[in-house]
């Protein structure tokens, strides 16, 4: 299983399945992160933590610890 924390910057996914719950959970709900969400890592910063994703066209920046929780696929499937 690939998380979206191990995305590198310029590589793209689809959101597979969320392992969280809670406050967690909700705030990858209203940002748009469900299953078959295209998603894009489009900068880091120089430490490696955060990361910036584009997910359904706005910059989010979200902790790798965090991103850990989102279960992704390849484009393709």
Do not use: H, W, Y
Not at 13 to 26: H, M, Q, Y
């Amino acid at each position: 299983m690939k998380t979206l924390n191990e995305l590198k910057v310029g590589e793209s996914a689809i959101v597979s399945e969320l392992f969280c719950t809670g406050a967690l959970k909700r705030r990858f709900l209203d940002i748009g992160l469900i299953k078959g969400t295209n998603i894009k890592c489009v900068a880091r910063s120089p430490q490696g933590d955060p990361k910036a994703f584009l997910i359904r066209g706005a910059v989010i920046a979200l902790r790798n610890k965090d991103s850990a929780r989102v279960s992704i696929g390849n484009e393709n499937g």
